[in-house]
């Protein structure tokens, strides 16, 4: 029964509220009709005297007024809400295309991946363009400036990385913020993006000083026919309170577009990034340039023997050297097809110095033969040349350069195979210090042209 009751009363209530609404909105003189929002601030002169919310409000009494103005005068287009969905294009008395204006880039964030040479990065950019159904008269409304709390409310350009068949591909974004239109129709906002695209590594040979290109192409996404970008001039910034360069020099190119109206416009802008870790140059170039004047220095070791040793030893120096470049080039190498020009100079470091060994050990092998024959008299001069004015290469191992005494001679007497074996000694020491000094003039030239 106390169920039944209650149930009977909740109707009857319900009925009450019914008829009380109907009454309400039937009447001319309900206070309900009162209540328009944008009629409370019909008699505002001054909205800097209005709170944060009657702000607000009063700019949605505003757009709502564009609105339905657009509305009106695109009513033979059938569309809805056509101040979101037309381009500007269908405003009265509009230009046959929108010109959407690039202005600052900024960079806030990168991320580069050296083994794949692909760069993205993040950032913002500030976007124009006119749309006059957003107008309105600045004396009437007593605003001079709009803010769009929504990127639904109006039409905006939307931008692709790429052409539209492969566009976002590579998980691009673009994010529409802080929309704002003054009182002659133009349009400013703020797009945050994150791009991605493969750079140009061609000058991966000037390693650690090369160069990565990374080039990005910006299209309309839609109404491709209808838009033309334009730019100030600018070149693409970095955000000096959030940006990091991880070890290296960022540069941006100034944007530029396509002049040609009969293709799709489009935004071109690079960035470039050299790499400018100190620690990672003075790692790599000490050891060849120490291993590179050592070598060049070899003839001024004196003895044919002493100049072997010391070049052995730099033969394995050398080797080391290539394991830690091999330790730190390795993980950049990737898809690269150059080698680094500081890789090939060490390269050929070694095979001359392997050159130059195989060189000592064959004329010191050479002079060591017991020879019973003298030498070609044009042969003794030029050595005797050789080792008397080029002063370095006046130098002999002890026993190489003395004059041997055969078993049972006398101390006093000389023996004529012994003269014979000096005067070859002679000889092999003026080709082997010519061949080093060759070799190291090879070394140089050589320096010179893969530098």
Same mark, same amino acid.
């Given at each position: 029964?106390?169920?039944?009751?209650?149930?009977?009363?909740?109707?009857?209530?319900?009925?009450?509220?019914?008829?009380?609404?109907?009454?309400?909105?039937?009447? +001319?003189?309900?206070?309900?009709?009162?209540?328009?929002?944008?009629?409370?601030?019909?008699?505002?002169?001054?909205?800097?005297?209005?709170?944060?919310?009657?702000?607000?409000?009063?700019?949605?009494?505003?757009?709502?007024?564009?609105?339905?103005?657009?509305?009106?005068?695109?009513?033979?287009?059938?569309?809805?809400? +056509?101040?979101? =969905?037309?381009?500007?294009?269908?405003?009265?008395?509009?230009?046959?295309?929108?010109?959407?204006?690039?202005?600052?880039? =900024?960079?806030?964030?990168?991320?580069?991946?050296?083994?794949?040479?692909?760069?993205?990065?993040?950032?913002?950019?500030?976007?124009?363009?006119?749309?006059?159904?957003?107008?309105?008269?600045?004396?009437?409304?007593?605003?001079?400036?709009?803010?769009?709390?929504?990127?639904?409310?109006?039409?905006?350009?939307?931008?692709?990385?790429?052409?539209?068949?492969?566009?976002?591909?590579?998980?691009?974004?673009?994010?529409?913020?802080?929309?704002?239109?003054?009182?002659?129709?133009?349009?400013?906002?703020?797009?945050?993006?994150?791009?991605?695209?493969?750079?140009?590594? =061609?000058?991966?040979?000037?390693?650690?000083?090369?160069?990565?290109?990374?080039?990005?192409?910006?299209?309309?996404?839609?109404?491709?026919?209808?838009?033309?970008?334009?730019?100030?001039?600018?070149?693409?910034?970095?955000? +000096?309170?959030?940006?990091?360069?991880?070890?290296?020099?960022?540069?941006?190119?100034? +944007?530029?577009?396509?002049?040609?109206?009969?293709?799709?416009?489009?935004?071109?802008?690079?960035?470039?990034?050299?790499?400018?870790?100190?620690?990672?140059?003075?790692?790599? #170039?000490?050891?060849?340039?120490?291993?590179?004047?050592?070598?060049?220095?070899?003839?001024?070791?004196?003895?044919?023997?002493?100049?072997?040793?010391?070049?052995?030893?730099?033969?394995?120096?050398?080797?080391?050297?290539?394991?830690?470049?091999?330790?730190?080039?390795?993980?950049?190498?990737?898809?690269?097809?150059?080698?680094?020009?500081?890789?090939?100079?060490?390269?050929?470091?070694?095979?001359?110095?392997?050159?130059?060994?195989?060189?000592?050990?064959?004329?010191?092998?050479?002079?060591?033969?017991?020879? =019973?024959?003298?030498?070609?008299?044009?042969?003794?001069?030029?050595?005797?040349?050789?080792?008397?004015?080029?002063? @370095?290469?006046?130098? @002999?191992?002890?026993?190489?350069? #003395?004059?041997?005494?055969?078993?049972?001679?006398?101390?006093?007497?000389?023996?004529?195979?012994?003269?014979?074996?000096?005067?070859?000694?002679? #000889?092999?020491?003026?080709?082997?210090?010519?061949?080093?000094?060759?070799?190291?003039? @090879?070394?140089?030239?050589?320096?010179?042209?893969?530098?």
């Amino acid at each position: 029964m106390k169920s039944s009751s209650a149930t009977v009363l909740a109707t009857i209530f319900a009925l009450l509220a019914i008829a009380a609404g109907q009454q309400l909105s039937l009447s +001319p003189a309900s206070p309900l009709n009162s209540l328009d929002p944008c009629k409370y601030f019909e008699n505002v002169t001054d909205t800097t005297q209005l709170s944060h919310h009657e702000f607000v409000a009063y700019e949605q009494c505003v757009y709502y007024f564009l609105a339905s103005k657009a509305q009106k005068n695109s009513a033979k287009f059938g569309t809805v809400h +056509p101040i979101a =969905t037309l381009p500007p294009t269908y405003a009265e008395n509009a230009p046959s295309t929108v010109k959407v204006k690039i202005g600052q880039i =900024t960079l806030q964030h990168f991320q580069l991946n050296e083994f794949v040479k692909d760069l993205n990065i993040v950032g913002y950019m500030q976007v124009e363009w006119p749309d006059k159904r957003l107008a309105w008269d600045a004396n009437q409304w007593r605003l001079d400036k709009l803010q769009i709390h929504s990127a639904n409310h109006i039409w905006i350009p939307v931008l692709s990385s790429q052409a539209y068949e492969t566009s976002l591909r590579n998980d691009d974004a673009m994010e529409v913020r802080k929309l704002e239109a003054n009182s002659a129709g133009n349009v400013s906002a703020i797009v945050s993006f994150s791009l991605k695209t493969f750079c140009d590594d =061609t000058d991966f040979r000037h390693f650690p000083d090369d160069v990565y290109k990374c080039c990005y192409q910006l299209e309309p996404h839609f109404n491709q026919e209808l838009i033309e970008f334009g730019v100030d001039g600018q070149p693409v910034f970095t955000d +000096p309170k959030y940006f990091r360069d991880y070890g290296w020099s960022v540069s941006g190119t100034v +944007p530029t577009v396509n002049a040609d109206p009969s293709v799709v416009s489009q935004l071109n802008f690079c960035i470039n990034l050299q790499r400018s870790s100190s620690a990672v140059k003075i790692e790599l #170039a000490v050891p060849t340039w120490v291993c590179s004047i050592v070598f060049l220095f070899t003839p001024f070791m004196g003895k044919i023997r002493v100049q072997l040793s010391v070049k052995l030893f730099l033969l394995l120096l050398q080797f080391l050297t290539l394991q830690l470049f091999s330790n730190r080039i390795a993980s950049h190498l990737g898809s690269a097809s150059a080698t680094p020009v500081l890789l090939a100079f060490h390269e050929f470091a070694m095979v001359m110095n392997t050159i130059s060994i195989v060189a000592s050990v064959l004329i010191w092998m050479l002079s060591r033969i017991k020879r =019973t024959l003298p030498p070609w008299g044009w042969l003794i001069k030029a050595s005797q040349i050789i080792n008397r004015f080029i002063c @370095v290469f006046n130098s @002999v191992d002890e026993n190489d350069g #003395a004059f041997e005494l055969e078993k049972g001679g006398l101390p006093g007497e000389s023996n004529p195979n012994s003269r014979y074996q000096s005067d070859w000694e002679g #000889a092999f020491l003026a080709i082997h210090g010519v061949a080093v000094t060759a070799l190291a003039l @090879v070394f140089i030239i050589g320096y010179i042209v893969i530098r």
